[in-house]
């Protein structure tokens, strides 16, 4: 293990050597785990979707009425995310985009890692009850919030503004 950790780091030298591909390298590896997670996060918005299924089907079956429970569905995916939002990261409100552009703008492109896991976990929970909200600025969110991330654990220096 202790060679493969020699190798690992040896290479890691020889790529800042060059730095134009290193920056690829880095670039790489982001985009890769930033898909990954994206995959997860819409296999999470299907498994929430599948979940919330069983509101307007009750409501169906216990007053004849579906509408009421499609709702109810969309009013507890809100009285989930509410206190989820307000407790652990208040910052994650809002569509994403913004978000990311004011992080970059105002704290050098850094995102806490707990506000993409809370974006992505209230906005599963909210499309998967039936919000009204896409999918694309929590992706973007997340995978913005990959980059300084692994920027810290390769000690690069960040950006200058």
């Known amino acids: 293990m202790n060679r493969l950790t020699l190798l690992a780091t040896s290479s890691l030298r020889a790529l800042e050597a060059h730095e134009r591909v290193f920056s ?3 670039a790489l ?13 819409r296999v999470m918005i299907f498994g929430l979707g599948r979940g919330f ?16 429970g499609i709702v109810l569905m969309a009013a ?8 989820i939002i307000w407790r652990f990261a208040p910052e994650a409100r ?21 506000v993409a896991w809370i974006k992505a976990v209230a906005s599963a929970i909210t499309i998967g009850s ?7 600025g929590p992706i973007i969110q997340i995978g913005s919030s990959r980059g300084p991330t692994r920027g810290g654990v390769l000690d690069m220096p960040p950006p200058l503004t």
């Open 53 to 68: 299924a069983f509101v307007p089907e009750a409501a169906f079956r216990a007053l004849d009425a579906r509408w009421l």
């Open 24 to 26: 690829l390298v880095v």
């Open 76 to 83: 507890l995916g809100g009285l989930i995310i509410g206190p």
């Open 29 to 41: 590896v982001i985009g890769l785990v930033s898909g990954f997670w994206a995959i997860v996060f």
């Open 130 to 136: 039936g919000g009204s909200v896409r999918r694309e």
């Open 94 to 114: 809002g569509h994403g985009v913004p978000e990311v552009m004011a992080a970059v703008l105002t704290k050098g492109g850094f995102i806490r890692p707990r």
